[in-house]
């Protein structure tokens, strides 16, 4: 698919501070031009209606109509790429978290202030900009998720003996993703019960989001999911997700699958990095691992996931139909590293036998 040159963008914020700021780092990419400015949600639909953009770039927290209820009228009638700019603040991230559950595509969190020089900071939104741009985004209606509440160990032991709950998991599965990864990860683990392996997840997240995103998913799915804290056991029947700026590791302590949380440079320009993350895992778990790339631009992980099957690790990578950006996958396969390309679905089916 051969897209156009230009990528025009319309900017969404009540502020008109970070509306100029937006407008003036992503100019200094000639080949994104700023088809208009809106400080609410129904000045943005009135642009919208005489030239639709490639790429929305969206606040939460806004007058009139916030920006969750004006991205929900965006991908039922007409899906367009959307990065969400966000707060720090919990509301903020909760809501966040949300609007990926609705569609968008992308995070950026304010401030804006991505590196030490505007130019760092340029760079950085330019590159969202055009990863939003490749993303295969399409018409959804939001679904009602029922939420339960959790069982307690003892009352799942005495409903079903079977039953074993977050005991130390020999085995373990990692799993990697970027853009779109957020839903991707969902449709994988939700069908997933307490008798699951452990498993091990980075998504390329911001600070402060991934503790939003583990609690989000632990109210709707069966088995347990946290984020991730240096020294956490591997266990049976749970999730964990490395913190976002920081690195996570598969290590062994007492000979126990633990993880550790760990400072240091970005990887592949992340931190979190998936290959920090399979290096590991290929280096102390080998041939008892199994190994996920999923959605996301970039190459993160391709190579960690060779690394894992050259441990005789089991590798997949998401196949480029279901992916909403077929980046990290593809480089995968292009390596040789994934076994097997599978939908989110056939990942969930082939997690559940592997035991």
């Not at 989001?209 to 029947?237: P, Q, Y």
């Not at 920081?246 to 062994?252: G, I, N, R, S």
Request: net charge positive; hydrophobic share 40%.
């Amino acid at each position: 698919m051969i897209l156009p040159t230009k990528i025009n963008v319309l900017i969404v914020d009540d502020s008109l501070s970070i509306r100029n700021l937006m407008e003036s780092l992503l100019q200094r990419d000639p080949n994104i031009v700023i088809t208009g400015k809106a400080s609410d949600p129904y000045e943005a639909a009135n642009m919208i209606k005489k030239k639709i953009p490639d790429v929305i770039t969206l606040d939460i927290e806004m007058p009139k109509m916030d920006g969750l209820t004006f991205l929900k009228k965006i991908m039922a009638q007409h899906p367009i790429p959307v990065i969400i700019v966000s707060s720090l603040t919990s509301k903020g991230a909760k809501a966040t978290i949300k609007a990926l559950e609705y569609g968008a595509v992308e995070i950026l969190q304010k401030p804006l202030n991505y590196g030490p020089t505007s130019e760092d900071t340029s760079k950085y939104l330019i590159q969202k900009i055009r990863t939003a741009r490749l993303a295969n985004v399409k018409a959804r209606r939001t679904k009602k998720i029922e939420i339960h509440p959790k069982l307690s160990a003892d009352a799942i032991l005495r409903k079903n003996k079977n039953v074993i709950f977050q005991s130390v998991a020999e085995k373990v599965i990692a799993i990697g993703a970027s853009t779109g990864g957020t839903e991707a990860i969902l449709e994988v683990i939700k069908p997933l019960d307490l008798s699951t392996t452990g498993v091990v997840i980075v998504q390329h997240m911001p600070i402060h989001f991934t503790a939003a995103f583990a609690t989000r998913l632990n109210e709707i799915c069966e088995i347990s999911v946290k984020e991730a804290e240096d020294g956490d056991l591997i266990r049976r029947g749970q999730v964990l997700i490395a913190p976002g700026g920081k690195h996570m590791l598969v290590d062994k302590k007492n000979g126990n699958n633990i993880v550790r949380i760990i400072d240091g440079p970005s990887v592949n320009r992340h931190k979190p990095s998936v290959d920090v993350l399979f290096r590991s895992v290929s280096n102390k778990i080998g041939p008892k691992a199994l190994g996920i790339l999923l959605t996301g631009m970039g190459d993160d992980g391709a190579k960690g996931l060779l690394e894992m099957k050259e441990a005789r690790a089991q590798t997949i990578a998401q196949d480029e139909k279901s992916c909403v950006v077929y980046g990290m996958p593809k480089e995968a396969v292009k390596l040789g590293a994934a076994m097997f390309q599978f939908n989110l679905s056939s990942i969930s089916e082939y997690i559940k036998r592997f035991k």
